[in-house]
């Protein structure tokens, strides 16, 4: 039976929050049985910010063993870290040499970190797409489970693809796979706990606007009690006048497993007073197991890095045979 292959990753800068567990890594987990999956932490596109290097380090063993508090299981998953795969920066160049420049210009996500940096801003952010493309097409992926934001480096990635075989392989033998993105139907942008109207991101300066993984629970209680709202008596979904409203709702929803005509019955006549510390104790209550487990994981290095050892292996076998395939067809020498 085909399983179809799966490839995604996260950065590690800082640790992971509820928006990149609700987006993108609770679908890895559930999904992991039926698919043959890799799953990376992307410590080379961390670094296309300015960052701190003695953090780095730690933060991918970090975000590598909270990938196996949340469920990822090494028996149907391969775990790495992608600079341990060298043919990950080996096919980002190759890729470089045939992506025009204007594909780059134009991603979004660019355009917005671009700013906050002014004239610092390095090549390595421009590029990161292309190393995206490399992470992913060097798998032969079918699927790339991800959140809503990074549906245009998807898109990005297919076009790379299709243009790579174009140039360099033929229509009935295409050499790279054009892989679909997986983005949740809910979930696939959680907003910050201070602006409904902004995503919940790692680099927002202030950690209120953000659910940790690792939060213990009365620092959750505390961001759940502050967080913004509004004057409004009743709580509603998709009401574009209320963001902060549907955004908590759909946190709720999501972390205590109900469906949405349920939840939307049971806080229609609620204040907020009401509501938030039941969405707090949802919140802790979920994440508890995750925080226990990983607790048990930091106390266990030895398992987290032979775990990172043999899916390093696996993936450079996988990864070695398309980087092989690519270039012959660019025209690379073979060794002698
Ligand atoms: P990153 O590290 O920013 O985020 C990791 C995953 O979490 C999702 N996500 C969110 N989902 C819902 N709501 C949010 N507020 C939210 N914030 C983040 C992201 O969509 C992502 O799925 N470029 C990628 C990492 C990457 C990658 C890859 C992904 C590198 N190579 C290959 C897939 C395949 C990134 O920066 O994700």
Redo the contacts with the bound molecule.
Sequence with gaps: MHRPRV?????P?GHL?L??Y????RHWVAGQQERENFF?V?DL?AMTVPYNPAELAQNTYTVAALYLACGLDPQYSVIFI?SHVPAHSQLTWLLNCITPLNWLERMI?FKEKALKQGEDVGVGLLD??V??AA??LLYQADL???????KQ?LELTRDIAQRFNYLFASPENPILKLPQPLIPTT?????SLTDGTS????SDPSDMSRINLTDPPDLIQKKIKRCKTDPIRGLEFDNPQRPECHNLLTLYQLLSDKDKATVAAEVQDMGWGEFKPLLAEVIIEHLRPIQTKYAELMNAQDYLRQVLREGRERAHQIAQATLAQVQKAMGIAPLL
């Design positions: 490839l995604s990753g996260v950065q800068t929050h928006g990149n609700l987006g993108a890594i990376c992307v596109h992608q996500q990161y797409p190393l995206m992470d992913i790339v489970p991800v959140g809503e934001d990074q480096h979930g696939a942008r959680v907003m995503k919940m991101s790692k």
